[in-house]
């Protein structure tokens, strides 16, 4: 029997149980909320982004998750400096050029700010004279910190990112730092 917790990672914490960098001063780790034992993270959110964060007690289920080789669609809302372009936006989902290659085509629309969202501590730099926007991106593979590089090459840095589905799994409107546990998940 597989079992799949659902998690909302907040901003700043460590995709992680431990902080094992000797220069750590009590940074967040996902042991400030998940007691469940014997689960493992399914892929990895960097610190500085939010959203959903997939952990199993099943090897077989973490691997098919978190595998380029399975293209498993991930979902983002992005907010980006500046009011997006529609020829950003193409780029996006033509594939960007990075110094590691051209991305996969994705998906990309841009949206209204998310009705749902929460607010972030601390929140987003701000400027009077640049407005932000945000962005749905989904994309099949997972390259390091991709979606980040993929904005700022099509010309609007990232602000905030925050995931919110792998695969058919979706956030569903946990609060940062919950999480729901799920059985006999299967791929």
Not at 45 to 51: A, K, N, T, V
Not at 84 to 110: E, F, N, Y
Request: include cysteine; hydrophobic fraction near 35%.
């Amino acid at each position: 029997m597989s079992n799949l917790l659902l998690f909302n990672k907040p901003f700043n914490v460590l995709c992680q149980f431990t902080d094992d960098s000797p220069h750590a001063t009590h940074r967040e780790t996902l042991a400030n909320y998940i007691s469940h034992k014997e689960f493992y993270a399914a892929g990895r959110l960097d610190r500085d982004s939010e959203g959903l964060l997939l952990l199993t007690d099943d090897g077989k289920l973490q691997h098919k998750i978190s595998d380029p080789k399975y293209k498993l669609p991930k979902t983002y809302f992005a907010q980006v400096e500046g009011d997006v372009s529609p020829q950003a936006i193409q780029q996006l989902i033509k594939g960007v050029m990075l110094k590691d290659g051209l991305t996969r085509p994705a998906q990309a629309k841009k949206i209204s700010s998310p009705p749902w969202l929460w607010q972030r501590t601390p929140p987003i730099r701000e400027r009077k004279e640049i407005p932000t926007s945000w962005i749905e991106l989904t994309i099949t593979e997972g390259k390091n910190r991709q979606v980040r590089r993929m904005t700022a090459a099509a010309g609007f840095p990232t602000l905030r990112l925050i995931r919110t589905q792998i695969g058919p799994w979706k956030l569903k409107g946990l609060a940062p730092g919950e999480s729901a546990l799920l059985t006999n998940q299967h791929l």
